[in-house]
């Protein structure tokens, strides 16, 4: 593990709290309004409507009956969530109250303790540059939500190394995960959108979650005179006139149009989509999330074929 920045466990204490604090009242629901996937064992029977998954139909009481039904799973009392965390260089920049990396730890932090009780397991996969990645194994309790939180923290910045794929932290984590699960994915999604057939893959067995973390000045320029620009990734580098109302205009276009394609891919997995920014009280926006979450809940996924 890598030795803690000055200051990171002062940092999560206060994290903890925050979070704790804010989320009191959502920590009393079941799992805390992130639902977990269907178990094994068979609860009551009712009648079958269409969608539903016909490997679930009780023959007994439709042929006694006369109507087909399907008898629902019981749900599971302990619930595995994994994490995939991008650390990747484009996390290293924040022009509101934080930097996105501090962000994505405060959204890891949020969904562990609003996973957490007795039972449940947490684990992780952190993405860094050039897709190096990191593995953190799914452990039960506070300590080891904590232990977790630190090696996130505790990830070195990166300088350069390419572009972040998650494509294949996300093929391997959908052939390692047997249990149903809840796949929590925190990124800018900025480096390539080869994440989105895998997403699709864990969606079919998994509930996913995408968070997503921006910075408004990825979304528009402000109009600052000549403006260097450097590309943590590629450490690529160019100079732009933000006095040009033209460009200014193009670059949010581009922008819009890039987080609309990876807001229909997130669509199309099918996975639930998180919006956290800089600029704007990321807590507040978990808990209308979860909120909404428990008053329009998804269908669980069903695996192809079935």
């Known amino acids: 593990m890598q030795a803690a920045r000055p200051g990171t466990e002062v940092l999560l204490r206060r994290l903890e709290l925050t979070v704790t604090r804010r989320l009191d009242g959502l920590l009393q629901g079941d799992h805390a309004g992130l639902r977990p996937g269907p178990g094994s064992e068979a609860g009551e029977a009712r ?16 042929a006694r009956t006369g109507a087909a039904h399907v008898r629902l799973p019981i749900a599971d009392h302990e619930l595995e969530t994994w994490v995939v965390v991008d650390r990747s260089p484009s996390l290293d920049f924040g022009t509101a109250s934080c930097e996105k990396r501090d962000l994505a730890l405060s959204a890891v932090a949020a969904v562990g303790h609003l996973t ?6 947490l684990g992780a996969v952190l993405v860094g540059g050039g897709g190096t990645t990191t593995r953190v194994p799914a452990r039960t309790g506070r300590i080891g939500l904590q232990a977790l939180l630190h090696t996130v923290a505790s990830t070195p910045r990166a300088d350069g190394g390419g572009a972040t794929d ?7 984590l959908a052939r390692a995960a047997h249990r149903r699960s809840l796949v929590v994915v925190v990124s ?22 995408a968070i997503e973390v921006l910075d408004p000045r990825e979304l528009e320029l402000p109009d600052v005179g000549v403006l260097a620009l450097v590309d943590p990734e590629t450490g690529g580098r160019m100079e732009v006139s933000t006095s040009d109302r033209k460009l200014r205009a193009r670059y949010a276009e581009a922008a819009a149009a890039q987080r609309a394609e990876v807001a229909a891919a997130l ?17 507040r926006d978990v808990v209308r999330y979860v909120q909404r979450r428990r008053l329009h809940r998804r269908p669980p996924p069903t695996r192809p074929g079935g």
Do not use: C, I, K
């Not at 998650?166 to 391997?172: A, H, I, K, Q, S």
């Open 47 to 62: 009648t079958y409507v269409v969608g539903d998954d016909v490997r679930r139909m009780d023959w007994a009481v439709t």
């Open 116 to 121: 957490a009780r007795a039972g449940n397991r």
């Open 166 to 172: 998650l494509g294949p932290p996300l093929r391997e």
């Open 188 to 209: 800018d999604f900025l480096g390539p959108s080869t994440w989105a057939s895998p997403m699709r893959v864990l969606a079919t067995r998994h509930d996913v979650l």
């Open 267 to 283: 669509r199309a997995a099918p996975a639930d989509h998180l919006q956290l920014r800089t600029d704007r009280d990321w807590l």
